[in-house]
């Protein structure tokens, strides 16, 4: 668990546990735009010098586990990276070649936790997430 980051005269560890969904809740997240959103959030962390230790896309939400250097903030990494990824599935996805302005494909708000020293417990939640949502729809099928 020794993975900090460090500078000339910092040595940090900045983890972070952010989930946000689709506005309406909407089950928006399968498919080509599953496939092109995992990568593209990637490259949207590398430019604002985060790194996503751990991902997963579900139908109606994304959770991650991110490590964002101490000079951005939270707040910061998640709305640079909801917004871009707003306008590039509308771009991609939605024909348009413009902003995307007037829509939203992101609900406004969001979770996020720091990440202390049970890292592994997180990242193992963050794995699991596909495994235990296919166990529930299994249980909703009889209902």
């Keep these: 668990m020794n993975d900090f980051q460090s500078l000339s005269h910092t040595l940090r560890e900045c983890n972070y546990h952010p ?3 689709p506005k309406y809740r909407r089950k928006a997240l399968y498919g080509d735009i599953r496939k092109h959103l995992g990568g593209f959030l990637r490259e949207l962390a590398t430019q604002r010098e985060s790194n996503i230790l751990e991902g997963h896309l579900m139908k109606d939400h994304l959770h991650m586990l991110i490590s964002i250097p101490p000079k951005y903030s939270a707040a910061q990494v998640v709305g640079f990276m909801k917004g871009k990824s707003a306008i590039q599935i509308a ?3 939605g024909g348009r070649k413009q902003n995307f302005t007037g829509r939203h494909f992101w609900a406004r708000g969001y979770f996020v936790s720091t990440v202390g020293r049970d890292e592994t ?5 963050i794995k699991m997430q596909e495994q235990e949502d296919r166990r529930l729809d299994q249980l909703n099928v009889f209902e």
């Design 19 to 21: 989930v946000w969904i």
């Design 91 to 93: 771009r991609t996805f």
């Design 121 to 125: 417990v997180i990242r193992q939640y």
